[in-house]
T-cell receptor
């Protein structure tokens, strides 16, 4: 079945450091890929998405490129801020007909310090 | 635009009791999902509705969990009887379409603690 593997956290960085959170996936079809973010005390929010190979999703300075050859969708940001501290979830949607569940990774907690 | 609404936000019950959660999706969204998020894990789909019909309930523990979306708008998820392992956050999400590229919008969740 479908699965998502992402790097374990917590990841602790200083402000303005470069961020990479690795994500790889296994899927039978051609999934869409997503990064969701969960800030403390809040619900899941879509951060960015890519729907086909070589697409790059971007939002709020974060980027991720859909790499079919390596089945990866790594999240990157050039300069993190304290406000980026949150839990980040990689997910895929491999729809079959009208069924389109999201399969999530276990989440990576990011802590950014001054 | 109002987001996905859920209530209650928190619930504490004893094992073998019953509990119900309510969700109101974003207006116009035909597809509604319920996910279970156990502490330290990613959300796992329990059930997906398209309008008032069930599309996928393959991971719903049907001996104790039930869900309905009678008028194709809001939905309730019920657990009866609850077990300790049901302690989790229950997330409701909705999307405009059911296709895999559609964005799912999540509510704030209901945090359930079973004692």
């Amino acid at each position: 079945g479908d699965s998502v593997t992402q790097m374990e956290g917590p990841v602790t960085l200083s402000e303005e450091a470069f961020l990479t959170i690795n994500c790889t996936y296994t899927a039978t079809g051609y999934p869409s890929l997503f990064w969701y973010v969960q800030y403390p005390g809040e619900g899941l929010q879509l951060l960015l998405k890519a729907t086909k190979a070589d697409d790059k999703g971007s939002n709020k300075g974060f980027e991720a490129t859909y790499r079919k050859e390596t089945t990866s969708f790594h999240l990157e940001k050039g300069s993190v801020q304290v406000s980026d501290s949150a839990v980040y979830f990689c997910a895929l949607s491999d729809s079959t007909g009208t069924a389109s569940k999201l399969t999530f990774g276990t989440g990576t907690r990011l802590q950014v310090t001054l | 635009e109002a987001g996905v609404a859920q209530s209650p936000r928190y619930k504490i019950i004893e094992k073998r009791q019953s509990v119900a959660f309510w969700c109101n999706p974003i207006s116009g969204h035909a597809t509604l999902y319920w996910y279970q998020q156990i502490l330290g894990q990613g959300p796992k789909l329990l059930i997906q509705f398209q309008n008032n019909g069930v599309v996928d309930d393959s991971q719903l523990p049907k001996d104790r969990f039930s869900a309905e979306r009678l008028k194709g708008v809001d939905s309730t998820l019920k657990i009866q009887p609850a077990k300790l392992e049901d302690s989790a956050v229950y997330l409701c999400a909705s999307s405009y379409t059911s296709g895999g590229t559609g964005t799912q919008y999540f509510g704030p969740g209901t945090r359930l603690l079973v004692l």
